[in-house]
């Protein structure tokens, strides 16, 4: 089974593509297409041209994100979306660029999403997802504060204390107005949807702390994402910083795959040396959402 690009990845592999390679070099095809399928036929390939599968395919009624799913013969191709509506003898425009190295930049991704997520102290990550009956210890008899493991947090659905013992527990629920998210933010470009981003939990008395992982809670946290349409700030909250460091490490490890263990090298008698992996703007980036650990 190939490789797959993580659910939670910070950038996507059509961005890293458009980096490294050209994405204005197209391919015209003159097409047949089909409402409802995948299917295009009637396929004419410019002389001296390649399509490959892999690459990404637009035009009229092609939806956003299609790529070449499988070229069936000279003049037939299959996508991978079904096309919207149907057209005749109109053009569809390949993106040139090469897929030989996809597998490899798949992963780049899913590493350099996970060396983000552990630098910046964040087990699950900055991709919204649900984490279910996540268990906390507390230590101060008098606390009345929690804070969740990872933010922002939009909402929390089930919050619990343990009575019982650890071999057989007793899970019983705080009773809604103990406690609530604290500091709510409202989304800048949708003022009806709050966020919070500290992940604060205020309780109306005092925490359970007879044992340890006495508390658990189920909730959403992370930005989400909508990669599709980046720009719609309704359903793309991920910060656009935290994508272009994941994308400069990308970058930077691609082109210097062939450099492992070398710090300079000497080419006609001019000495070039290399970079870091992260320079100080990156690292400024990571320290703005670096986690602290309680």
Same mark, same amino acid.
């Given at each position: ?5 993580? /659910? ?26 089909? %409402? #409802? ?10 002389? &001296? ?15 956003? &994100? ?13 996508? $991978? ?25 798949? @992963? ?12 910046? #102290? ?10 279910? %009956?996540?268990?906390? $210890?507390?230590?101060? *008899? $008098? ?5 969740? @493991?990872?933010? *922002? ?10 009575? &019982? ?18 500091? *709510? ?6 003022? #009806? =949807? ?21 508390? @658990? +809670?189920?909730?959403?946290? #992370?930005? *989400?994402?909508?990669?599709?349409? /980046? ?19 990308? =970058? ?20 070039? +040396? ?21």
């Amino acid at each position: 089974m190939a490789e797959q690009l993580s /659910p939670y990845a910070l950038t996507t592999l059509q961005r890293v593509k458009d980096l490294l390679f050209d994405p204005s070099l197209f391919v015209s095809l003159t097409t047949c297409v089909l %409402n #409802g399928t995948t299917d295009v036929t009637g396929v004419t390939v410019p002389t &001296g041209k390649t399509i490959r599968v892999g690459q990404p395919i637009t035009g009229t009624y092609i939806p956003a &994100g299609t790529t070449i799913a499988a070229i069936v013969s000279p003049t037939e191709i299959t996508l $991978s979306q079904a096309a919207s509506g149907s057209h005749s003898g109109q053009t569809l425009s390949v993106t040139d660029q090469p897929t030989a190295f996809d597998l490899v930049l798949i @992963r780049l991704i899913n590493w350099a999403t996970n060396y983000v997520n552990n630098e910046c #102290g964040r087990p699950g990550g900055f991709v919204q997802q649900t984490y279910t %009956n996540e268990v906390y $210890s507390i230590e101060n *008899p $008098s606390q009345t504060f929690l804070i969740l @493991r990872n933010t *922002p947090v939009f909402s929390i659905s089930s919050f619990q204390w343990r009575a &019982g013992t650890p071999s057989n527990p007793s899970w019983t629920d705080f009773i809604a107005d103990q406690y609530e998210l604290i500091d *709510p933010v409202p989304n800048p470009s949708n003022s #009806g =949807v709050l966020y919070y981003p500290k992940g604060i939990i205020r309780v109306y008395g005092v925490l359970p702390r007879i044992y340890s992982n006495m508390i @658990r +809670a189920t909730y959403v946290a #992370g930005y *989400p994402v909508n990669w599709a349409n /980046p720009e719609d700030q309704n359903t793309h909250m991920l910060p656009g910083d935290i994508t272009n460091v994941c994308e400069n490490l990308v =970058v930077r490890r691609f082109t210097r795959r062939q450099m492992a263990g070398k710090t300079s090298q000497s080419l006609e008698g001019a000495t070039m +040396a290399y970079n870091k992996e992260l320079d100080n703007e990156d690292l400024d980036v990571l320290g703005q959402y670096r986690l602290l650990n309680f």
